[in-house]
Structures are given as structure tokens and as C-alpha cells.
């Protein structure tokens, strides 16, 4: 995965609270990203959070500061300013992904008559509040309703290859964030909202918004280096191959029958899935990047989920 070095960066779309520590708490009610991709680790092993939780209004007010400590992205503005840092320093190339993300669903909305509302991803170490709850870096990646941000612990990357055993890279980082960007387009959209509770099981609403989710970042995949952001140029130059596998290859070591079996060290249950088997997220993922378009992710009104 190559960046466009002259396109610039938009680093008020990332809220760095690394240096802020600001706060671990108990549990955290987190909507269309469940638990997250670590947090799944901890569910099947240790029963350690609840289900999925949903506000039943979403809040758009953005209070992180006060939620989840001190704001600081001057490091971020000094190191980040044009795709030739992104080509060389990995927060860089986060938020050159973050912008591309967020411009193509600024797009989408817009041919449909629609506008994108564009939120932060809060760079966080150790622990953080928000408006779901407070949350440790073991949940993983997620986004929250309740201020409609999206969380992430860069050190989750290192785990994804350390305990996972995926292959990493630039663009497997892409798809993870844009699988929450995808939960993201489910609130906006009132998606998130028709599904309420734990149910899990193999067809159950939480299933069908995690496929829905890979299927939207396969869909950004296959417009990344067509989709321009504010710089008025498309900030992503290449994506390979090898790219799609690194990819794919994550999509299948976050599936539930995958953390049962492999992590868990337990017998497939799919009556306890909540995001979907390895099959499945590659072929939603799949789907979205053979298509390019957003219609063709509706997993809710299919019987054939993968």
C-alpha cells in the first residue's frame, strides 16, 4: 500500500489522547463493533463484558476531551503533513487512511442526497473513557454510539500478528479501521438501531452488522485509490494484492469459529457467534470489494449469510 506523497494530510480527524492517560475503568457498552477484535479473546475466554448495548438516541455531541482526557495532536501536525510521511511512519499512514475512509463515505452520502457526518478516531494507551463506559486496550478496536467515535490502541496491531498470527501490514490496519468506519455508516444510516440486545447465533442482528461492516470496508477497498479527500487528490496510490491477502487473512483469524477453536481452545459454537465465521467476513469483505458499491452489503435482507 502506497500514499500519494504530495497529497496532504487532515490530522483533525484523529484525537490523540496517548499522552493524556486518560482513564481505565469497568465495562463499556459498545455499539455495531461489539467487543472488538481483542475483546472477543476475552468474551469466549473469560465471559469478561455483556453483549452489544445501544443507545436508543445516538449523540453526536463530541466531548472527548472531557470524556476521555486531554486532546494533544501537535506531535501528530508536526509529523504528519503530507503522504510522503505516511509512506514512512505508521500513525502517519493511519491518518491518510482515516481521511480516504472518511472521503469516500463523504461521497457516497452525497450521491444520495445525504451528508456524511465525519468523527474522529481517538488514539488512546492502556485505557479510555467515552460515552459507552470506560474501556481497556484488551477490547480492541471499537466504536462507540454514544459519541459516535471510533477507539483504537495502536499496540492492537502488534497483537493482531503476535496472538492472532496475521500476516499486519498497512492495509490490514486500513481494514480494521475501516470495519469500525462501516459501524459508523450503520448509525448515521439508523441501521444499528434495528438491532437490539445479545442475541448471537449464526443469523442473529449482531452477525448481520459485523458482515454488513467488512462488506462497507471492501467497498471503500475498492475505490482507495480513486476517492480524493480535502487535499482534492486521491490520497492512496496502490493497493495490491498482496494487500487483498494480508487482508482476507485477518478477516478470517477474527472469525468466531476461528477464536473458539484456534484461541479459545474450545469446541465451534455457533450458536454463541456474534461477528460472523472466518468464511463469512471474507466473503462480505470480498463482496464489497468485487462490487465497489454499498447496496450490494445489505446482510439484512438475505438468507445467505456465507
Known amino acids: 500500500m502506497r500514499f500519494n506523497e504530495d497529497a496532504d494530510l487532515d490530522v483533525s480527524q ?10 481505565v475503568g469497568g465495562r463499556v457498552a459498545i455499539g455495531g463493533g461489539g467487543l472488538g477484535i481483542v475483546g472477543l479473546v476475552i468474551y469466549f475466554l473469560f ?40 509512506n514512512t511512519k505508521q500513525d502517519c499512514a493511519l491518518v491518510a487512511v482515516i481521511n480516504s475512509i472518511q472521503g469516500y463515505w463523504k461521497q457516497q452520502f452525497a450521491s444520495s442526497g445525504r451528508t456524511y457526518q465525519a468523527v474522529p478516531t481517538n488514539f488512546f494507551r492502556g485505557g479510555v473513557n467515552t460515552r459507552c463506559g470506560s474501556a481497556t486496550s484488551d477490547v480492541g478496536p471499537f466504536y462507540c454510539p454514544a459519541d ?38 450503520q448509525n448515521l444510516l439508523g441501521t444499528s438501531r434495528q438491532v437490539r440486545g445479545n442475541a448471537t447465533g449464526p443469523t442473529s442482528g449482531s452477525v448481520r452488522l459485523e458482515l454488513q461492516a467488512d462488506c462497507y470496508a471492501g467497498a471503500w477497498a475498492n475505490h482507495a485509490t480513486t476517492t ?11 493497493v ?7 487482508a482476507l487473512d485477518a478477516a478470517a483469524r477474527i472469525g468466531d ?5 484456534q484461541l479459545g481452545g474450545r469446541r465451534v459454537d455457533p450458536s454463541q457467534f456474534s461477528h460472523g465465521s472466518s468464511q463469512q467476513r471474507q466473503k462480505w469483505f470480498t463482496t464489497g470489494l ?10 439484512f435482507r438475505t438468507n445467505d449469510l456465507g
Open 240 to 246: 495490491t494484492q498482496q494487500d487483498i491477502n494480508g
Open 257 to 261: 469459529d476461528f477464536i473458539q477453536s
Open 290 to 299: 468485487r462490487t465497489g458499491n454499498p447496496a450490494a452489503c445489505d446482510t
Open 47 to 86: 465471559s469478561q463484558f455483556g453483549g452489544v448495548q445501544l443507545p436508543a438516541t445516538p449523540s453526536f455531541g463530541l466531548d472527548q476531551v472531557e470524556q476521555g482526557g486531554r486532546v494533544d495532536n501537535s506531535r501528530l501536525a508536526e509529523e504528519c503533513r503530507t503522504g510522503a510521511d505516511a
Open 148 to 185: 459516535s467515535e471510533v477507539y483504537i490502541d495502536l499496540g492492537f496491531f502488534t497483537e493482531l500478528r503476535q496472538k492472532f498470527g496475521a500476516q499486519g501490514g498497512t492495509f490490514t490496519q486500513a481494514y480494521v479501521l475501516a470495519h469500525e468506519y462501516g459501524h459508523h455508516v
Open 14 to 23: 484523529v484525537e490523540d489522547l496517548r499522552g493524556s492517560g486518560g482513564g
Open 228 to 238: 480524493p479527500t480535502s487535499s482534492g487528490k486521491p490520497l492512496i496510490t496502490q
